[in-house]
């Protein structure tokens, strides 16, 4: 998924828990296209103030905010 | 005076005073000037002499700003490189300026280690946020902490003002970076004509969220510290919410920053959230602001100064809009700032009055003493001034001035690209298509963009069997250079348009 966003060269050993911004994965205008692209793939809206490290900084804070963010939304289906 | 002075009599007067915020952490004028010098001790010990250059390629950190000072302190001339640089560049670069030392970060051993490889210059590598490092004998590589633990000794090298004190590199039309060289009466200079325009107090809490590779930054910190302000350097702007939360806590008064910055600030729709009511300047550069940017940043500050500003490395700043006459002529950069003379001139040299277009001169102290080995380059910058025996900088941007001399912004003499702020040469890009297996010709050309100013576009031609997407080219191009530089679009075409002589023709190219 995120192969459209590393900034090359230096994610050849990335792990899930790596820091993008500290191993200069992605970078400041990087981050603005990989919410995008998540927006658009998941189909979910990703608010100012979720637009933190912590929800999209690592590959693992990825997945645990997206995952989050689908169930949310399937929860207000649901209702 | 020293570049380093002003700091030092920063520390002098109010040691016990708050000089950065980083990641959270506070840090006194005295803990920073105890650590630099420590530091310079240390790098003196491990040889570096005046006259040498100390290469620091890092992330905005204590580090970094410990280490430039640090290499003041030992008579050295600093090299802030970029932590974007990727490794033939960084490599380029350490083998074209031959520093005696280089520091950087664990976490970009990736680049450096290769770099290191290929270069005979560097006698000791500094790592910062490595614990410790076995002794190996022969080894250049050094934890940060265990050479701050050999630095006890400093002894106040013969620096006079006509020493360099940096070498910034800059993107040059040939394709080859050029190193530009400032003595500390560059520095010095500079730094006192911009803080004396902007009017800088030592009350004031001044956001650094650009690069101090970048001299825009970097000057943040010398100019900060000079007036004995408190500094709250980030990382980056990548996480603008981020970057705000800070600024409302530490009550930021003065907010640098480039078109790219603002746009992303405007595009955060919970804005008014924050209680921004420190803001006291907002200063833009590296690119002219639009007239709906200028009326937005307004709209959001009305109780904020707006500073419209133009620079180039190769003197630091030239010209400021006193705030005053923003709304008399919001496109304009303004007149030259202190201790300055700035003229137009048309293609034979001769000056032009008020009301022409030409290239901009610019006379001063502030003036680089040249690119670094490059005398070809320099020749084509540094031309005889009015005065015999005088050189004035040749700024290769064209202005226009209206009739009471304030200076628009035409276009630049080569085709350089600034994008984010950052100038880009088409040539380097270019260089970089051509290393890619299959690429038969390629041209880079800055297409206009809302958010980044031009965005790089690169057209290509392949060879018969070849076939690249979009994306596997920019990626190529990501792996070899720094961010900002990779094409944001590439387009595969059948041919490029061409001149009589067979060169590529790029006008017309979009």
């Known amino acids: 998924m995120l192969d459209n966003f590393i900034m090359g060269g ?39 103030e979720e637009m933190i490290p912590e929800n999209l900084d690592s590959l693992n804070s990825i997945e645990q905010f997206i995952s989050h963010k689908l169930k949310a939304v399937a929860t207000a289906a649901n209702k | 005076m020293l570049l380093h002075q002003f700091f030092e009599a920063s520390v002098e007067r109010h040691p016990e005073k708050v000089a950065l915020i980083c990641e959270g952490r506070r840090h006194t004028y005295g803990e920073i000037n105890y650590l630099a010098t420590r530091l310079a001790g240390a790098l003196q010990h491990l040889g570096v002499e005046r006259g040498d250059r100390v290469a620091v390629f890092m992330d905005n950190a204590l580090e970094a700003v410990v280490a430039i000072y640090a290499a003041l302190k030992a008579g050295a001339a600093i090299m802030p490189i970029n932590a974007l640089t990727k490794r033939d560049k960084l490599t380029y670069i350490l083998n074209d300026a031959r520093p005696a030392c280089l520091l950087t970060h664990q976490a970009l051993a990736d680049v450096w280690r290769e770099a290191l490889a290929h ?50 590199y800059t993107s040059g039309s040939t394709g080859d970076p ?3 060289m400032l003595t500390h009466l560059n520095m010095v200079t500079a730094a006192t004509s911009v803080s004396t325009y902007l009017g800088l107090k030592p009350d004031d809490v001044i956001l650094c969220v650009l690069p101090l590779a970048f001299d825009y930054g970097l000057y943040q910190v010398l100019m900060g510290f ?9 990382k980056s702007f990548a996480f603008p919410v981020k970057v705000l939360e800070t600024m409302v806590g530490e009550r930021v008064t003065v907010f640098p920053g480039v078109p790219t910055i603002f746009s992303l600030l405007m595009n955060i729709k919970t804005l008014p959230d924050y209680d921004l009511s420190a803001l006291r300047m907002i200063t833009n550069t590296a690119a002219a602001l639009s007239e709906q940017h200028i009326l937005s ?23 400021y809009l006193p705030p005053e006459q923003l709304d008399v002529r919001p496109t304009s950069v303004g007149k030259g700032m202190p201790n300055e003379e700035v003229w137009l001139v048309d293609e034979h040299g001769n000056r032009l009055p008020n009301g022409s277009t030409g290239e901009l001169v610019i006379r001063g102290s502030h003036v680089m003493r040249g690119y670094w080995e490059k005398p070809r380059e320099t020749a084509e910058r540094l031309k005889p001034g009015p005065h015999s025996g005088e050189m004035v900088l040749y700024s290769g941007d064209i202005f226009r001035t209206d009739e009471e001399g304030y200076l628009y912004f035409v276009a630049r003499k080569d085709d350089i690209i600034k994008t984010r702020g950052e100038k880009v040469s088409p ?9 890619l297996e299959g690429v038969l010709e390629a041209a880079v ?24 997407s979009e994306r596997d080219v920019i990626k190529y191009c990501l792996s070899r250079l720094e961010n900002f530089m990779a094409p944001k679009y590439v387009v595969v075409v059948d041919a490029l348009p061409k001149t009589d002589t067979g060169k590529i023709k790029k006008t017309g190219l979009r």
């Open chain 1, 10 to 48: 230096n994610a050849d050993d990335l792990k899930d828990g790596d820091s993008f911004m500290e191993r200069h994965i992605i970078d400041s205008t990087g981050f603005i296209e990989l919410i995008t692209f998540l927006e658009q793939s998941f189909g979910i809206r990703i608010e100012d």
């Open chain 2, 119 to 168: 270069n005979k210059s560097v006698r000791a590598c500094l790592i910062a946020g490595e614990s410790s490092t076995p002794a190996v004998s022969g080894s250049r590589r050094l934890s940060l902490a265990d050479a701050l633990a050999l630095g006890g000794h400093h002894e106040k090298p013969l620096t006079i003002d006509q020493d360099l004190a940096g070498i910034i």
């Open chain 2, 178 to 180: 050029k190193g530009v």
């Open chain 2, 226 to 234: 000079k007036t004995g302000a408190t500094v709250v350097l980030e």
């Open chain 2, 297 to 319: 940043l307004r709209e959001l500050f009305p109780w904020a100064t707006l500073f419209s500003m133009y620079g180039l490395t190769e003197c630091k700043r030239v010209t």
């Open chain 2, 427 to 435: 040539r380097e890009v270019e260089n970089v298509l051509y290393s």
């Open chain 2, 445 to 468: 050309v800055g297409v206009p963009d809302p958010v980044l100013g031009q965005a790089i576009k690169a057209f290509v031609t392949m060879q018969p069997g070849y076939r690249y």
